[in-house]
């Protein structure tokens, strides 16, 4: 059952960095960033983000082949999604006007990094 839900996650993940490739406007929308950000250098950010969480989700599915990589891996993808809330507080204590889009975008990585952090804690034991 664990093996399954860390496999949905690694998919969760990969789905994210597909969507700024085939869907760049519409999630920026969702996300409730200004109109005027979506433009060419936004949406290149957004895929290079993107190709990250392809990344990250290919990690995932090497790490359930390779039991002794999976904590680490797990770990990582947590540590991306910490490092990810760091980013995200930057425009929310600047002020910079998408504090809708900081909020929900902390509505994913929060989740998100608290999930690897449990999978990893019932895959190494330490629950």
């Known amino acids: ?10 998919v969760g993940r990969i789905i994210l960095g597909v969507i700024p490739f085939i869907a760049a406007g519409p999630s920026s929308r969702l996300l409730g960033f200004p109109k005027g950000h979506d433009n060419a250098t936004s949406r290149l950010m957004a895929r290079f983000f993107g ?30 999604d ?24 902390t509505g994913f990585a929060l989740p998100a990094g608290l999930a690897w952090l449990t999978m990893f804690s019932l895959t190494t034991g330490l629950h």
């Not at 664990?2 to 996650?9: C, K, L, R």
């Not at 910490?82 to 975008?105: E, F, N, T, Y």
């Open 1 to 10: 059952m664990i093996q399954t839900i860390i496999f949905a996650m690694g």
């Open 51 to 80: 190709v990250r969480d392809v990344g990250l989700g290919a990690l995932v599915f090497y790490g359930l082949g390779h039991d002794a990589a999976l904590p680490f891996i797990l770990l990582f993808n947590a540590a991306m």
């Open 82 to 105: 910490l490092g990810d809330l760091v980013a995200i507080g930057i425009p929310l204590v600047k002020r910079q006007g998408i504090d809708r889009a900081a909020w929900m975008s």
